[in-house]
């Protein structure tokens, strides 16, 4: 890793470059405990960079690498391409680390997945994500947002100048914390704050 201006990024090994068969994407990933930290011998996966040039990502909840079976938990920074117009992540998927999407002002809409089935927008809820973090959508082209149960924290300025924003519902949550400028600068027309937010900054 390196670091400039308080900004770290990460440089993937070619060792933990690998081809889902459930989705076709050529993906980077690092093992990692419970905490985020790397662990060579954990099957949780952080994806660290997609090596995919179409306008339409799915992430896999799956893959498996030198005959180990990995489970997605985790979108690092910066994973996608600039020109990405549709994610599609795993229902499992538990982070959506810091500048995960920043900047890529093309990405209009995040689609979950429950295995190969689309969840409709709005019917999230159940999903695994627990994390959003800092300045993760800013500046992206997205258009709405819904939280779920299990999510506990969204970081400081995670959908910042999001111009084309305009519905957020935080019915759900776990004790939701909601940092400063997490929606500052948006289009935001519509935000509904359900009983299960816990503080906003």
């Not at 159940?126 to 082209?141: E, K, R, V």
């Not at 969204?154 to 759900?172: D, M, P, R, T, W």
Request: proline share 2%; aromatic share 12%; with cysteine.
């Amino acid at each position: 890793s390196w670091t400039a201006d308080g900004a770290s990024d990460y440089v993937c090994a070619y060792d933990f470059i690998t081809s889902s068969n459930m989705t076709g994407v050529t993906l980077c990933f690092e093992p990692i405990d419970e905490s985020g930290n790397i662990d060579l011998t954990s099957t949780r996966a952080r994806v660290t960079s997609v090596f995919d040039t179409t306008r339409e990502i799915t992430i896999p909840s799956t893959f498996t690498f030198d005959g180990v079976n990995y489970n997605v938990v985790s979108v690092g920074k910066y994973f996608i391409h600039d020109d990405v117009t549709k994610v599609y992540l795993p229902s499992t998927l538990e982070r959506i680390e810091d500048r995960a999407f920043y900047t890529c002002d093309t990405l209009y809409e995040v689609v979950w997945r429950d295995g190969t089935n689309p969840i409709a927008k709005g019917k999230n809820k159940d999903i695994a994500l627990t994390y959003i973090g800092q300045d993760a959508f800013n500046g992206t082209a997205i258009t709405y947002f819904y939280s779920n149960t299990a999510l506990t924290t969204i970081g400081k300025q995670a959908f910042h100048n999001c111009k084309n924003l305009s519905i957020v519902v935080l019915e759900y949550g776990t004790g939701l914390t909601i940092m400063g400028s997490s929606f500052s600068q948006s289009g935001l027309k519509t935000l509904v704050i359900g009983h299960n937010v816990n503080s906003i900054y």
